[in-house]
Antibody
Framework: QVQLVQSGAEVKKPGASVKVSCKASAYSFTPYSIHWVRQAPGQRLEWMGWINGGNGNTKHSQKFHGRVTITKDTSARIAYMELSSLRSEDTAVYYC???????????WGQGTLVTVSS | QSVLTQPPSASGTPGQRVTISCSGSSSNIGSNTVNWYQQLPGTAPKLLIYSNNQRPSGVPDRFSGSKSGTSASLAISGLQSEDEADYYCAAWGDTLNGPHVVFGGGTKLTVL
């Protein structure tokens, strides 16, 4: 069955960067896009950006002011999300999710907890 | 960044029908389809409804969605205890910086 498996939890200091991976399996990677969504403790879901699984085009939320970079390794079927200049407010669970056209997020990764603390 | 508006909480008793609203604008719900998700504590969200009113396979027909203008609704009939969860709406939004996805603030459903 379709699976998105994410990398493990991370603890980072303020100002550092974190890179989270999302490995896809059991479906053709290129026709779908991978989005990144985060959820701070007790807060709502927040969209971060996405990458086209075929041509690699990306788009990210203006909120992150260029701190987020989304990439992919098509041959390995892995998408990555890197967030730089971390601050305490970036402490959250980060999810990857699959999308196709208007069908947003039919499969989700298990989530990766990123804790930013000095 | 625009956000879709949902009531923070909703409740019902087993067997009842409850609805959760999601209000947006002409740049998101008014011009794009709506998706709904269920999130149980400590787990990733699960897609319940896509394209306003379509259910993925495996989602019970107790769950239904609708959209009118710049608002959408999720209805849950025959409420069950396992429906107690957080529910989110989402849609593409159109901005000067290009398309992005917007989420509602989430509605915590309590089964009394």
């Amino acid at each position: 069955q379709v699976q998105l498996v994410q990398s493990g939890a991370e603890v980072k200091k303020p100002g550092a960067s974190v890179k989270v991976s999302c490995k896809a399996s059991a479906y053709s990677f290129t026709p779908y896009s991978i989005h990144w969504v985060r959820q701070a403790p007790g807060q709502r879901l927040e969209w971060m950006g996405w990458i086209n699984g075929g041509n690699g085009n990306t788009k990210h939320s203006q909120k992150f002011h260029g701190r987020v970079t989304i990439t992919k390794d098509t041959s390995a079927r892995i998408a990555y999300m890197e967030l730089s200049s971390l601050r305490s407010e970036d402490t959250a669970v980060y999810y990857c999710a699959r999308a196709s056209g208007t069908k947003l997020f039919d499969y989700w990764g298990q989530g990766t907890l990123v804790t930013v603390s000095s | 960044q625009s956000v879709l508006t949902q009531p923070p909480s909703a409740s019902g008793t087993p067997g009842q029908r409850v609805t959760i609203s999601c209000s947006g604008s002409s740049s998101n719900i008014g011009s794009n389809t709506v998706n709904w998700y269920q999130q149980l504590p400590g787990t990733a969200p699960k897609l319940l409804i896509y394209s306003n009113n379509q259910r993925p396979s495996g989602v019970p027909d107790r769950f239904s969605g609708s959209k009118s203008g710049t608002s959408a609704s999720l209805a849950i009939s025959g409420l069950q205890s396992e429906d107690e969860a957080d529910y989110y709406c989402a849609a593409w939004g159109d901005t000067l910086n290009g398309p992005h996805v917007v989420f509602g603030g989430g509605t915590k459903l309590t089964v009394l």
